[in-house]
């Protein structure tokens, strides 16, 4: 089946199905179904083949979705990456080399041009005065912007069921607030099937997963997580939050 994305190279009836393209008539019961037992790389086979303005969601900590599309299934989906202003150096490096191991269409958008801008505006340490307000500046706001701007129609994620208790009935297709289809292929994989794909096929991945940082964000809301904590634990340590507010 011919992509949507390779726009093109559409002849006119294909061009004319995929402007056509509404999320909200999806039946979304149905496709789950049908892909509970499917593989992550089925799963982004059928989005590349039948979502138009198909992008990745990444937060460069493992490049599992990255190299299935972009070597797999050599697809070229637009990759957005959300700069905070406030991760950590190793998560910059990652996203460099991804884009020169794989050519990524990246699209990489911030709250302002750099971290110094940023305190002039807002202030120093904001994520102490008010943690809601500084993932809603760094995250929530470019990321919506990003999909406005490339008039997104699908996003992709990462998350899994495992990763935390608040993850454990996520669907593997769901629709945002915004009526956009949102793609987790890797919904009911397990942390061990994310490593041994990574070992498998020598994908790169953020080297702080080595130094025990099993959940990569911003660098002063992550701390390292021990032996038996689940693997989002050193998110928001000491807080009850769970999620940055784009999920």
């Not at 979502?51 to 957005?80: G, R």
């Not at 593997?172 to 498998?200: C, G, M, S």
């Not at 390292?224 to 999920?247: F, L, M, N, P, Y």
Request: overall charge negative; hydrophobic content about 40%; charged content about 20%.
């Amino acid at each position: 089946m011919v992509s949507c994305i390779e726009a093109q190279a559409l002849t006119p009836a294909r061009s004319t199905e995929c402007l056509a393209f509404d999320p909200s008539q999806l039946d979304l019961v149905e496709l789950n179904q049908r892909f509970e037992s499917a593989t992550p790389q089925e799963i982004l086979a059928w989005a590349v083949a039948t979502v138009p303005n198909l992008a990745q969601m990444t937060s460069f900590s493992m490049l599992t979705i990255t190299h299935m599309l972009y070597h797999e299934l050599q697809a070229k989906v637009p990759v957005i990456f959300l700069n905070t202003l406030h991760l950590f150096p190793e998560t910059l490096e990652t996203a460099q080399q991804a884009q020169a191991r794989y050519g990524l269409d990246l699209h990489i958008y911030q709250a302002t041009q750099s971290q110094e801008e940023f305190i002039a505006r807002y202030g120093d340490r904001l994520w102490e005065q008010n943690v809601e307000r500084f993932h809603y500046l760094t995250k929530v706001q470019p990321m919506e912007r990003a999909l406005d701007e490339l008039a997104i129609q699908g996003w992709i994620t990462g998350r899994r069921r495992d990763q935390a208790a608040t993850r454990q009935n996520m669907a593997i297709l769901e629709r945002d607030q915004h009526d956009r289809l949102k793609i987790n292929p890797l919904a009911n994989w397990t942390v061990k099937d994310l490593w041994r794909y990574t070992f498998a096929h020598s994908v790169s991945y953020n080297p702080l997963h080595d130094q025990g940082y099993t959940s990569i964000g911003d660098q002063p809301l992550t701390t390292k997580v021990q032996a038996g904590e689940d693997e989002r634990a050193g998110r928001w340590r000491g807080s009850v939050k769970t999620e940055c507010g784009i999920h």
